[in-house]
């Protein structure tokens, strides 16, 4: 499918046409997968477009920036406005965001210290990340044979382009066997987190997921959502998680600021619970969707209008 067009990209401080945001193919970058970036929705409510977690996406992408020693050439204000500006221009009610900053055309070596740090902004339209029938029905996926990557090696806190190759795997290998998406473990057996999302499982009413120690990225919308569970009234547990304890929990599912909350159906063909959405699954997508759509109290302050 092709990705949709706007009209302008943010490219280190000018709004220029989207067909003209180009790199040369000796960039640092293209080379060593050289990039940090982050992904965000901005979502249409009844007051206008508003950007959920903005601040907190722009700090991550700077905490990024920082394990690889890479200085941004703007503040965390700049790019804010940036953001801000590029969905203006391009008149979008909902997109989604895509900040990335990389080493660009300078020297080919593995140093990247002399080359420059290229910031760009690009928005477009995006549904439903594995579909709309999944954010009822629930996706069917599998367990990876491929792992997270181990600690100290590729840092898993930063968001960085390079991390995703081993996300390419995990999700090339799902699909060509026919799921949706797959479900890597860390390299202690745990379950660590899919090739673009966290997870959760739900067992006798309490909610568990993988924490930071298990090679995962910290997601934005996973601590949406521990928030907003804790408020429900939910016990909501971070710890080691063995790959049985999803085959026999009574609810699974994914989060993500592509994937928003995504519930699983099946895991490698076994059912999980009923097979469908399950309560507390629907309860944090209610509560979710509802304050990223403007219905319900933004109690976090976690919307910035556009």
Same mark, same amino acid.
């Given at each position: ?74 503040? =965390?204000?700049?790019?804010?406005? @940036?953001?801000? %500006?590029? +969905?203006?221009?391009? $008149?979008?009610? !909902?997109? /989604? ?90 390299? =202690?057996?745990?379950?660590?987190? @899919?090739?673009? %999302?966290? +997870?959760?499982?739900? $067992?006798?009413? !309490?909610? /568990? ?98």
């Amino acid at each position: 499918m092709a990705m949709p067009k706007a009209d302008k990209i943010w490219y280190n401080g000018e709004l220029i046409d989207w067909d003209d945001a180009k790199i040369h193919v000796l960039s640092h970058v293209v080379h060593y997968g050289s990039s940090v970036f982050e992904g965000m929705r901005c979502y249409d409510t009844k007051r206008g477009p508003a950007c959920f977690r903005l601040a907190d996406h722009v700090k991550r992408l700077f905490d990024s920036a920082k394990i690889y020693r890479m200085t941004i050439p703007y503040s =965390q204000d700049d790019l804010t406005q @940036a953001i801000l %500006e590029t +969905i203006q221009t391009n $008149k979008l009610d !909902a997109c /989604y965001v895509r900040p990335i900053v990389f080493r660009g055309y300078g020297a080919l070596g593995v140093d990247p210290t002399t080359c420059p740090v290229d910031v760009v902004v690009a928005v477009w339209k995006w549904g439903a990340y594995l579909g709309e029938e999944a954010l009822e029905k629930g996706a069917s996926v599998c367990f990876s044979s491929w792992n997270r990557l181990a600690p100290n090696t590729m840092p898993s806190l930063a968001k960085v382009g390079a991390n995703y190759m081993n996300s390419q795997l995990i999700k090339m290998e799902a699909l060509a066997d026919g799921y949706a998406e797959g479900i890597a473990l860390d390299t =202690q057996g745990y379950v660590s987190e @899919a090739s673009g %999302e966290n +997870i959760f499982l739900v $067992k006798n009413g !309490a909610i /568990y997921t993988p924490s930071t120690g298990s090679s995962i990225l910290p997601g934005i919308t996973r601590h949406s959502v521990i928030t907003l569970a804790r408020d429900l009234g939910y016990t909501v547990m971070q710890r080691p998680i063995p790959r049985e304890s999803l085959y026999i929990a009574d609810e699974v599912f994914f989060t993500g600021s592509a994937a928003e909350v995504t519930p699983i159906a099946r895991i490698d063909k076994v059912e999980i619970g009923n097979g469908a959405r399950g309560p507390v699954t629907k309860a944090l997508q209610d509560a979710f969707f509802g304050l990223v759509n403007g219905e319900s109290e933004d109690r976090h302050s976690w919307l910035t209008f556009v």
